[in-house]
């Protein structure tokens, strides 16, 4: 549908069956359907013909009327974007409210049979289906108000006392400020949303329908779609709006309250300034005239949908006794003018807020740039006025230096022109080549993301790894020369285990009996004490350290496996290092003890300690003859 093509207004009758109190009362119908097009009411001995573009007698059913008014159609225009507009109207007690979401009984809890959902239901239901088997991103919200008495109310926020107000302006239209919407995801979701929306209404007990709505309510479900092969950054913003108009309604006598009185006169009311509307908008003579829209919040609220940029279809409901033949007669008049209302269709289209975030931002750009242009436009136009000699000449151009003006009005002007251009071309250049600058620094910028990228990577395996060799359950093996001169240290921070070499005379060299061995060394790193792994001293966190050629494996990128390193040392040595017996490595400690005393009893001086610099690899193991007697493992 393009924008300049016009469309009419809907429009469709609904017949409801006569109730019982009518049919107890004998009431003779006073209408009948010969086809879907037309109904016929006896008046008067006579039949007046009314002709719509549907009729539904009193036979159809819930589901007929959402086939039959081409809901489904109307449902597919909001999604691409249109706004629609349903509205039932007619006496009250003649099946607006049931035609729109079903019989009272349905929200009682006594009935939930879904055949009785009314176009509500049934149009957020086909809704729900039809996005979710849509491509592309889908988002549904719903809103539901009220007016009562010329004041708008929220029927999703009841407890809000304070009504809302009808604002106005060219971009929107008229919409009701602060209004409360709610995401649909479900019909679930829906039905508790309209059983709220109902039980906030204004409903009283009338004479003809004992649960009378006394207040128009609007339930509108916006839906913006974005098609996955939409252009880019576009989507449309469609809606649909169901109304539940109040029925009109004869003031009664003295017996009604004030109250009562006023809610009848405001509903009137509105009611006839929607058919002043309508008149306004077939009338010929007014067509292009004024449409006294602002008389009423109801008028402003269906501007879109009579004379607008809506789709509209109205449902006018009747009822078939005698006793209501004249209202009945008022409202299929009231529709037949409706008819020929002409609406002028247009899908909404909205941008996407982060492209227009983005073209914000180059715009801002733009004009900076442009800002700074005109500066230097205007300050080389002052200095060619200052000056006799032409900025082309300091701006590298044709003419020759030093030319001396012979004409400053004249000439001054034509140079200046030209001077200006080729300053001007000079900018764009430049320009030009900051914008190729800025684009190769993105990619600069990219491609350093990447590296990061990478390294992060390998720095994560290379501290998952590190992670596995510390979690191994192999323990530690470390060796002990039987004279306590030099010994295996570790820092407690860095876990890295040295061997250090005790001078006799500045080293205490470690306590073998104490629990915590610390020998007066430090860790170079962490300028800690750093602790002693000996086999006397049981503590358990030395297990869990790596050997330093683990951690020199890590940090080199070799492989390494601690069973290589036991493998490494003779076999017989291997075996007696490990699955020793707690009572040999008992026995084996006191031997220690027993030489090392016996030792220094005889007054020989230690030997000197024959491992390797810390910060090469792990120590190889002493020879086996010198561990046969003190040396002993973790
Ligand atoms: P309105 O909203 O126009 O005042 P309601 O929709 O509340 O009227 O209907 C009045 C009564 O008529 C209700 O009891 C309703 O159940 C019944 N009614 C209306 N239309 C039909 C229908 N098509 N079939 C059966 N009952 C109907
Ligand atoms: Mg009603």
């Not at 209408?31 to 549907?54: I, N, T, W």
Request: aromatic residues 4%.
């Amino acid at each position: 549908m393009g924008p300049q093509d016009e469309t009419r207004v809907i429009v469709a009758a609904r017949v409801r069956p006569t109730s019982e109190q009518e049919d107890a009362r004998g009431e003779q119908g006073t209408m009948y359907c010969p086809d879907q097009r037309h109904l016929l009411v006896c008046h008067g001995g006579r039949e007046k013909a009314f002709s719509f573009d549907v009729v539904l007698g009193p036979q159809s059913s819930q589901q007929d009327v959402f086939e039959e008014c081409g809901m489904k159609k109307l449902i597919d225009m909001a999604i691409v974007g249109f706004s629609c507009t349903v509205f039932a109207f007619g006496q009250t007690g003649s099946g607006k409210t049931y035609t729109i979401t079903g019989p009272h009984s349905l929200f009682l809890g006594s009935s939930q049979e879904p055949q009785m959902y009314g176009l509500m239901q049934r149009s957020v239901s086909y809704l729900l289906d039809q996005t979710q088997s849509m491509d592309g991103d889908v988002s549904l919200s719903a809103s539901y108000l009220e007016i009562y008495n010329e004041q708008v109310r929220d029927l999703l926020t009841p407890w809000l006392t304070s009504s809302l107000s009808v604002r106005g302006n060219q971009t929107h239209g008229f919409y009701v400020e602060n209004l409360s919407t709610v995401e649909l995801g479900s019909l679930e979701d829906f039905m508790k949303l309209l059983e709220a929306g109902l039980r906030s209404r204004r409903t009283s007990s009338q004479a003809q329908n004992e649960h009378s709505s006394r207040s128009h309510s609007i339930l509108t479900v916006s839906i913006r779609a974005e098609a996955a092969n939409a252009n880019e950054g576009t989507a449309t913003q469609g809606k649909l709006c169901l109304v539940d108009l109040a029925g009109s309604e004869r003031l009664r006598g003295p017996s009604s309250t004030e109250d009562l009185l006023e809610e009848a006169a405001n509903i009137n009311r509105s009611l006839l300034s929607l058919g002043k509307c309508i008149s306004a908008l077939v009338d010929p003579r007014k067509k292009s005239g004024h449409i006294p829209y602002r008389d009423s919040k109801l008028t402003k609220l269906l501007s879109d949908s009579l004379g607008g940029a809506g789709i509209t279809l109205m449902i006018a409901c009747v009822s078939p006794a005698t006793a209501n033949l004249q209202e009945t007669l008022n409202t299929l008049r009231f529709s037949s003018r409706a008819k020929r209302i002409k609406n002028r269709p247009i899908a909404k289209h909205v941008l996407r807020e982060k492209l227009v975030v983005s073209l914000q931002g180059e715009i801002r750009l733009l004009r900076s740039e442009n800002m700074l242009l005109r500066q230097h436009l205007s300050s080389a136009e002052e200095s060619a006025r200052r000056s006799s000699v032409p900025i082309s000449a300091c701006y590298g151009g044709s003419e020759p230096l030093g030319k001396v003006e012979t004409d400053p009005v004249a000439e001054g002007s034509s140079c200046s022109s030209v001077c200006l251009k080729n300053l001007l071309q000079e900018l764009m250049q430049d320009n030009r080549r900051l914008q190729e600058e800025k684009a190769a620094l993105l990619n600069c910028i990219q491609s350093s993301k990447q590296q990061g990228a990478l390294l992060s990577l390998e720095n994560a395996q290379l501290l998952h790894k590190l992670d596995e060799l510390q979690r191994s359950d192999t323990p530690v093996i470390c060796y002990v020369t039987p004279l306590t001169t030099c010994c295996k240290s570790v820092c407690c921070m860095c876990r890295v285990i040295s061997s250090t070499a005790h001078a006799t005379s500045s080293c205490s060299g470690p306590s073998l009996c104490g629990r915590a061995a610390h020998c007066s060394l430090q860790c170079v790193h962490h300028q800690l004490p750093l602790a002693i792994i000996s086999p006397l001293h049981r503590c358990r966190a030395r297990v869990a350290l790596p050997p330093l050629r683990a951690l020199q494996a890590v940090a080199s990128g070799e492989k390494y496996s601690a069973q290589t390193e036991i493998q490494s040392e003779p076999p017989s040595q291997s075996a007696g290092l490990h699955g020793r017996s707690g009572t040999e490595s008992r026995g084996r400690i006191q031997h220690f003890l027993a030489l090392r005393d016996s030792r220094a009893l005889r007054g020989r001086p230690a030997e000197p300690p024959s491992w390797r610099s810390p910060n090469k690899v792990l120590p190889s193991a002493p020879p086996i003859s010198a561990l046969s007697k003190g040396a002993t493992t973790r």
